[in-house]
């Protein structure tokens, strides 16, 4: 660590000398080097993904619901969407692919 504040480069993408330096990803952890354990946000084709992979013996510790999504309402309420209302949001491989751009509420796996 070099000691200089970083909060405008990850809070608003840009520089010392006031360059641009806008991420296109960021890795918010990888728990296997296979990446059967990992949390990635990344930008494509200006459309923003979240990609997430879950490997049950290394993810044992976060508190997870297994049945479904804590998502907001309209008014900024937190409400819990079962997978029996939106099956689109479902696992694959427990792996999961969302377009937090056109699917802020991450109803549906693009993984399906």
Known sequence: WDGISQYDLIMNGVGND??????????????????????????????????????????????????GWCVPDDDNNWGVILDTEISLSSHVENKYLFDLTNDVSEKTNLLQ
């Open 18 to 67: 006031e360059e641009n330096k806008l991420r296109d990803h960021i890795v918010l952890n990888i728990g296997a080097r296979d990446f059967s354990s990992a949390s990635i946000v990344f930008e494509k084709d200006d459309v923003l993904y979240k990609y997430v992979s879950e490997n049950e013996e290394i993810d044992t510790w976060a508190y997870k619901r297994d049945d």
